[in-house]
């Protein structure tokens, strides 16, 4: 079976050279704030009037790009006009939504397990990225708790990180096993039940 090789970093490359990049230096002015709004918003539609020419799942593809990068560069924005751990935050989301969303669209090009396989990296990669983002943000948040509390607060900032580790790194490894179960699919009979069987073995299922 020709298995397709899912590299999420280089769809997210894609995502960040398809619009203009929004690096904006913090403290923006309410002028210049906008002034920024305004250029992501022409990019999009530049970038929406390429993707009309198209047809198909490469217009598709083309436009779940466009609508990414536009995402992720208000993202962007808002992060530079009131820089925040949570603002920040919402940086990472962005991308990890629009990688998701263009390798959603280009899984469609295939057919079959091999498509079935594409859709199911594609979730695990985005799952990765959205329990990383939340592992961050847990952990910035209760840093910043700690530091204005007493030694007992910084105690329990740890158990918050640490539980927030555990949920990923669970979250991570159940979309893991779901992409080797369903590589499995391309099987049968005593080949498939080993397949799973490793699978199982791996993830620690019953």
């Known amino acids: ?31 210049d704030y906008k002034v920024a709004q ?29 609508k990414g990068s536009e995402k992720v560069a208000k993202a962007e924005l808002q ?3 009131k820089p925040s751990a949570k603002t920040r935050n919402e940086i990472r989301i962005a991308k990890a939504k629009a990688t998701y969303a263009v390798a ?3 899984c469609d090009e295939l057919t079959g397990n091999t498509k079935d396989v594409c859709v199911k990296e594609a979730k695990a990669a985005q799952v990765t990225a959205l329990a990383d983002a939340k592992v961050a943000l847990t952990t910035s ?4 708790t700690a530091n204005q509390k007493s030694t007992e607060a910084y105690g329990k900032a ?43 073995a791996t993830f620690g299922k019953n």
Do not use: H, W
Not at 43 to 64: E, F, H, V
């Open 38 to 66: 305004d250029k992501i918003s022409s990019d999009y539609k530049s970038a929406k009037a390429t993707c009309d020419a198209l047809s198909g799942n490469p217009k598709d593809i083309c436009m779940a790009q466009a």
């Open 79 to 81: 992060a530079s006009y």
């Open 104 to 106: 959603r669209e280009q």
């Open 158 to 200: 740890s158990t918050e990180v640490a539980g927030a580790r555990k949920d990923a790194a669970t979250e991570k490894r159940e979309a893991r096993y779901k992409v080797e179960k369903e590589k499995c699919e391309q099987y049968a009979g005593d080949a498939k039940v080993q397949c799973l069987t490793t699978a199982k």
């Open 141 to 144: 948040d209760a840093n910043a």
């Open 1 to 31: 079976m020709n298995k397709r090789n899912f590299n999420p970093s280089l769809i997210a490359l894609a995502i960040t050279l398809t619009l203009g990049a929004t690096a904006m230096a913090q403290n923006l002015s309410k002028e």
